[in-house]
């Protein structure tokens, strides 16, 4: 799973040309919340839930964020995510798609096109 969201995240990972810009830790992490949160509320029927992070991650795929580079320490973070999603519960993993929602809602990466 963490290949498909690396992949749809960045797709020049550790390369790219000279004017890419490195993507931060906490938009990667957002972005892949988003990712796996569309998923599971889609699996869940939360209809509303997944139209605010699908529409969150939409615009931030429009605004550059699959042209930024990834760094090493990034990636781990975005693998320990990962691992923490897969091992929570479905109240755990409620309250971590909350954070998905607090991200769409709040981040300013759309805006900073």
Known sequence: MKKVLIAGL???LFAGHAAAENLDKETALGMASLMICTTFYA???MQIEGSIVGQSMMAHKTAGIEEMIMSKETSEALDAYMNQFKAANKEQQIKLCDEAIKFARESD???AE
Do not use: T
């Open 10 to 12: 960045v797709s020049c």
């Open 109 to 111: 990466f759309v805006k």
């Open 43 to 45: 699996e869940h029927d």
